[in-house]
């Protein structure tokens, strides 16, 4: 098992583009979440989703959009960058509470 | 809303010497969970807590569950170099499956 893998593990961005980052996961998990980390802020839960075709708002949502048109698909999406969104973003699924991460995705907006 | 509070933010002992992180909820949490990061790399999953005044043992760490349910730590005995990196608490709401980071406590331990 793959467990959780995400794409791209790296990207730089212009402010005001786009683009859409993916997280797969192999373990048949209902719950799905999108954090960002950045330096001494922690983890912070941007959106999350609880079972395939849902989604709901996490701590830090603007700017943001989320798809989970699959079970084992979580998508993020950037629609117009901005500076502010330099971070690291990492994905994560669970079964029960045990959170499973991938390996992150390191975004800057220049 | 629900904040999870840890301290210290940084910590560095010389190996051998204990170490220890807090975590502290504004509110009651149905259990709690540390993860450990080690630098460039993403959060493992360590253990969970469910009941009030839990204490559960993996090798050198301890972890407690506060009898409230709204604190618990981490202590490290003789720390290794292995045992560098950040760790975190996180705390789920009751009956809703987000979970709130505490921000981690950054351990370094010279050899």
């Known amino acids: 098992n793959a467990g959780v893998t995400q794409t791209p593990k790296f990207r730089v961005l212009k402010t005001g583009q786009s683009m859409t980052l993916l997280c797969a996961q192999d373990m048949n998990h209902e719950y799905m979440y999108w954090y960002r980390q950045d330096p001494g802020m922690g983890l912070r839960l941007i959106h999350y989703?609880?079972?395939?075709?849902?989604?709901a708002k996490g701590e830090v949502p603007d700017g943001y959009n989320v798809s989970r048109l699959k079970k084992q698909n979580f998508l993020l999406g950037l629609e117009s960058a901005a500076p502010s969104q330099t971070s690291v973003y990492f994905c994560?699924?669970?079964?029960?509470?045990?959170?499973?991460f991938g390996p992150g995705t390191r975004l800057t907006v220049l | 809303g629900q904040q999870v509070m840890q301290i210290p933010q940084y910590q560095h002992v010389q190996e051998g010497e204990d170490f220890t992180t807090y975590c502290n909820s504004s509110t009651t949490l149905s259990n709690i969970q540390w993860y450990k990061q080690r630098p460039g790399g993403h959060p493992v999953f360590l253990i969970q807590l469910v009941k009030s005044g839990e204490v559960k043992k993996q090798k050198r760490l301890t972890f407690q569950f506060g009898e409230a349910k709204k604190n618990s730590s981490l202590h490290i005995t003789a720390t290794q170099t292995t045992d560098v990196g950040t760790y975190f608490c996180?705390?789920?709401?009751?009956?809703?499956?987000?979970?709130?980071f505490g921000s981690g406590t950054k351990l370094n331990v010279k050899p």
């Open positions: 994560a699924s669970s079964y029960a509470d045990t959170q499973y």
């Open positions: 989703s609880v079972g395939e075709g849902t989604t």
């Open positions: 996180a705390g789920p709401l009751v009956n809703f499956n987000k979970f709130y």
